[in-house]
């Protein structure tokens, strides 16, 4: 079952993660001791996908209270860490929502008890992982009930129990409703550069045991326009008031793609996903990483030399293409107008 893939795991005096980059087919714990650490497994994607790296920051405030045990000035180190951390990578809210509630909620006595504020931060991290876990449960039961018998459903990158503390999002849908007895089979992208499809979802489909067909990006509109597709599902890593989104790179012509094929095309995501901040998608800011994870492949240099490379990570998506959006709270469907109070 997917859920045996866990992508954190709190030991009480560190935070060990799974390091992604070394997936498929090497099993490797990193242990982060300090928030520094955890900057650098969330900036160097060792572990990565939106709730994921909420949840690692949360941690990452854990260990910064308990660094400053030994610092003059325990509260300013302790808002350092949550501006650093929250630079870490600028377009999943999750990471600077996650770091906010521990300011806002989860240190009552920074400030004033570096002690109290070290145990507040551990324990409210372990509750923000917890509450990860429950609300992609949720949304995966109601995401589920999207599909039925037949169902071949179009998804990209990874959004699986690898993106989140557990249970996973779009891909935790898909895993209910097969969980569920529904006969659906998958097809997988596999998500240039970072290959979350082909090393990580293609992993979960394979541990879920759901049959699945894993496809180069460029074949989307192939396998649509052959009838092989009948809906589409995408994660998020931040949806704007009016349900514009941002999703890994590729996400955007996939919805053009079902648009015009008539295919239903959901985004799901938890409301740590939500951005009310910002009226559209407008407004997101972008990603944008390395040239050489486009100029190279697994570490070997591909492009011409001389040639220069574009690598935005994510693309936005209008709501006008969305059919609707699968959170704990239910489907969401357009118009996305006041819908956070519904
Ligand atoms: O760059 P990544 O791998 O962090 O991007 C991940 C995605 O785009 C996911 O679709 C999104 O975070 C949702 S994960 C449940």
């Known amino acids: 079952m997917s859920e045996e893939l866990r992508s954190l795991l709190w030991t009480g005096s560190s935070l060990r993660v799974l390091d992604q980059l070394r997936l498929p087919f090497e099993t490797e714990w990193l242990e982060c001791t300090s928030y520094r650490d955890v900057y650098r497994v969330i900036k160097n994607m060792n572990t990565r996908g939106a709730p994921a790296i909420g949840v690692a920051a949360a941690y990452g405030m854990a260990l910064a209270a308990r660094e400053a045990l030994s610092v003059a000035e325990p509260e300013q180190f302790v808002r350092d860490a949550a501006t650093h951390l929250k630079n870490a990578r600028p377009t999943a809210v999750n990471l600077s929502w996650a770091v906010d509630r521990c300011l806002a909620d989860g240190a009552p006595s920074l400030g004033r008890d570096a002690r109290s504020t070290a145990d507040e931060l551990a324990a409210f991290a372990g509750r923000l992982a917890q509450e990860d876990e429950d609300q992609n449960l949720a949304l995966s039961r109601y995401g589920a009930r999207l599909f039925e018998d037949g169902d071949s459903i179009l998804t990209i990158c990874n959004t699986g129990a690898l993106a989140t503390y557990r249970y ?13 007895g529904r006969k659906i089979q998958v097809i ?15 992993l979960e489909l394979v541990t879920a045991g759901i049959p699945f067909h894993l496809v180069t990006d460029g074949m989307a509109g192939f396998v649509m326009s052959h009838g092989m597709v009948t809906k589409v599902i995408v994660g998020a890593d931040r949806i704007a008031s009016n349900g514009d989104f941002a999703n890994k790179i590729g996400t955007y012509q996939l919805a053009v793609l079902a648009k015009y094929h008539g295919l239903p095309f959901y985004a799901a995501a938890p409301f740590s996903s939500f951005d009310f901040s910002i009226a559209s998608g407008l407004e997101i800011a972008v990603e944008q990483r390395d040239e050489d994870e486009v100029l190279s492949f697994a570490g070997k240099r591909i492009a011409a030399l001389g ?13 006008e293409l969305l059919s609707g959006i699968v959170t704990e709270r239910g489907v969401f469907t357009p118009p996305f107008v006041s819908w956070e109070k519904r």
Do not use: C, H, M, W
């Open 168 to 180: 996973g999002t779009a891909f935790g849908s898909i895993n209910e409703a097969f969980k569920q």
């Open 188 to 202: 997988a992208l596999e998500t240039r550069p970072y290959l979350q499809g082909a090393r990580l979802t293609a």
């Open 307 to 319: 040639a220069r490379a574009y690598n935005p990570s994510f693309d936005v998506t209008p709501n």
